[in-house]
């Protein structure tokens, strides 16, 4: 039976309209992207489809373009609409970073680092430039590679963050392994840098190390 002839309450879009999205499992959500199914399947059982095939909704959103088009019910369409949504919502996710005080927004900092650098294959140093108000300037990678004294610079980062007229700066760098524990590395390099950054009077208010599902922060664990 077609999800036209469901509940209306059970009706993925009617449910998402009067709950809300929080109230949907993956498969809804994913059913509403999809819109419909395929011949004998609603787009609800296709979703649940998928869901199995790939092992989540976490590994279907990351799957490449060949792999997503296997799948039957897919094709490239639906991944460039996929890619489209999953880059709007980092630009949104920025954007509303960039309207306030970074401090005031932990949670929201986290979920913007983490989108764009925990999918990495590669170690990847970023940062969120400040000004003296905590409002985002700018979020840059600026270096890739293992994180140590000799990848990062911080002639260099201290030369960016003066050309941006940085009064404070959020650093940030992912772990491909996935696990988000901070290693003797990352607390030196990030001593390194904080003291640099410090002859030019600009502030470092956390570094933020990303795995896979968790985000650690040095200033949460009184490092900085």
Not at 130 to 157: C, M, N, W
Not at 189 to 217: C, Q
Request: some cysteine; glycine content about 8%.
């Amino acid at each position: 039976m077609g999800i036209c002839h469901w509940p209306e309450g059970e009706r993925p879009r009617e449910k998402l309209l009067t709950m809300g999205p929080d109230a949907l499992s993956d498969a809804e959500l994913l059913a509403i992207f999809l819109r419909v199914g395929v011949k004998g399947r609603s787009a609800v059982d296709l979703a649940r489809d998928l869901l199995m095939r790939f092992g989540g909704l976490r590994p279907l959103l990351d799957a490449d373009e060949a792999t997503f088009c296997e799948a039957h019910g897919l094709g490239q369409a639906k991944y460039v609409q996929l890619q489209a949504v999953l880059e709007l919502s980092k630009r949104h996710l920025e954007t509303t970073l960039s309207r306030g005080d970074a401090l005031t927004s932990p949670l929201l900092v986290r979920r913007f680092l983490s989108a764009h650098l925990r999918d990495l294959n590669h170690e990847v140093f970023a940062a969120l430039f400040l000004d003296t108000q905590h409002r985002v300037i700018k979020f840059e990678q600026l270096f890739t590679g293992t994180l140590d004294a000799a990848s990062v610079y911080p002639r260099e980062v201290a030369k960016r963050a003066l050309a941006l007229h940085a009064g404070a700066v959020i650093f940030a760098h992912n772990h491909p392994s996935g696990v988000a524990e901070p290693s003797d590395a990352d607390r030196s390099i990030t001593r390194i840098l904080k003291d640099a950054l410090s002859l030019f009077d600009i502030r470092v208010l956390d570094h933020f190390v990303v795995g896979d599902g968790e985000v650690v922060s040095f200033a949460e664990r009184g490092w900085l």
